[in-house]
């Protein structure tokens, strides 16, 4: 396997200066607009930028640039800006994730729910606090999705251009949404089997993360078919294992890193590939602890750590470093195997080597 290099995908060609130059203007033109509407609006403004510009790895609008450089698109800011559109799909995904999960946190800040319930309780407003937090997250992430189409659509592109992205934006935006679903569902029938959790993890995060923002920077350029498919063939894997890392983060994560709270998944249920994994190799007892702990909000540091010590002693944790290394090497055979911008394929190696092995 190709070592990462020492500069990262995501800040090559200047990548994430410009998404976040793109993100910005829009975002202050969208000030602008609600300032005129009305002056209530400005803390609504204010998360979202927060939000937005506050974080994140900008890892979709890289894979769907270098996608797009990999299939011979020509760099230009109006394409780049037309990717930063990924970023509000992502903050609207984020801040309704949050709020079904009740996490406190995102990225060591307060959640956006948490964020507004404390805004009403300092101002001494009527009513419930917790309800108000809700519904303010909740529309905050329904316009962090219309911006998503709003910028888009504005980038400067080409309409033909456009038009040829927009059935692969829908369909990811349709599949994430699905995927969210299935995810709670899961939480909520307890269904424990590695198949269930595999399909959660593929259609709530890696056709979203991956698979989808590749093909959407194909688009762009107009790809033939065998770079499309080669695309889906890399994406699909790297996007599991991706999640697969995500989900080993929401439980042995440092909070430091992550930004989250330690074992966040364990207290909001999640069932994940590993928790199946765990729970398809351990004993009765172990299953009725991992079981008895898994959703249970008020799970302390030391039951969190009693979880930890069964997940890795069954085998779970090894079993699922195991997979993500077998998913990340059927991704990057497939793209050895199609003929693609030389740069762009170096990236997409580093991309995917830096999307499975990070820390936060």
């Known amino acids: ?8 995908p995501v800040d090559r060609a200047g990548l994430r200066q ?46 769907a640039y270098w996608g797009f450089r990999g299939a011979g698109g020509v760099d230009t800011d109006q394409v780049v800006t037309a990717l930063a559109a990924l970023e509000f799909v992502q903050a609207s995904a984020l801040i309704h994730d ?14 956006v729910h948490r964020r507004f319930a404390a805004r009403h309780r300092a101002s001494g407003w009527g009513g419930d606090a917790d309800g108000f937090g809700d519904a303010a997250a909740i529309l905050l ?11 888009l659509h504005s980038a400067g592109l080409d309409p033909r251009t456009v038009a040829r992205a927009r ?15 299935l995810d709670v569902l899961t939480q909520v029938t307890g269904d424990t089997s590695v198949e269930r959790a595999g399909k ?23 790809a033939p078919a065998e770079v499309r498919a080669a695309y889906s063939a890399y994406g699909l894997p790297l996007g599991e294992a991706f999640q697969l890392r995500d989900d080993v983060l929401g439980v042995f994560g440092d909070p430091a890193q992550t930004g989250k709270p330690a074992g966040d998944d364990l207290r909001e249920g999640k ?28 799970l302390d540091e030391a039951g969190v750590t009693r979880l930890r010590e069964l997940i890795d002693g ?13 998913l990340t090497d059927t991704a990057l055979a497939a793209l050895a195997a199609v003929d693609l911008d030389t740069e762009a394929r170096q990236a997409l190696v580093d991309l995917a080597i830096a999307a499975t092995r990070r820390a936060d």
């Open 1 to 8: 396997m190709t070592h990462a290099a020492p500069v990262s």
């Open 18 to 63: 410009r998404i976040d130059k793109a993100l910005t203007e829009f975002l202050a033109s969208q000030r602008t607009w609600m300032a005129g509407v009305d002056d209530a609006l400005a803390p609504l403004a204010e998360a979202i930028e927060a939000f937005v510009l506050g974080g994140g790895k900008r890892l979709r609008p890289a894979f």
């Open 98 to 111: 949050d709020l079904m999960d009740r996490s406190d946190t995102r990225r060591g800040e307060p959640a």
């Open 141 to 151: 992430g329904d316009l962090s999705l219309v911006w998503s189409d709003a910028l």
């Open 167 to 181: 059935p692969v934006f829908d369909a990811m935006r349709t599949e994430v949404t699905v995927g969210q679903y």
């Open 200 to 222: 959660v993890a593929r259609y709530k995060s890696a056709k979203y993360t991956v698979e989808r923002p590749l093909l959407l920077g194909a688009a762009l350029a107009d």
């Open 271 to 298: 069932r994940t590939y590993l928790v199946a994994a765990a729970l398809e190799t351990t004993d009765g007892a172990g299953r009725e602890l991992l079981l008895g702990g898994l959703g249970d909000p008020g």
């Open 314 to 326: 069954s085998g779970a944790l090894a079993r699922t470093e195991q997979r993500i290394g077998v």
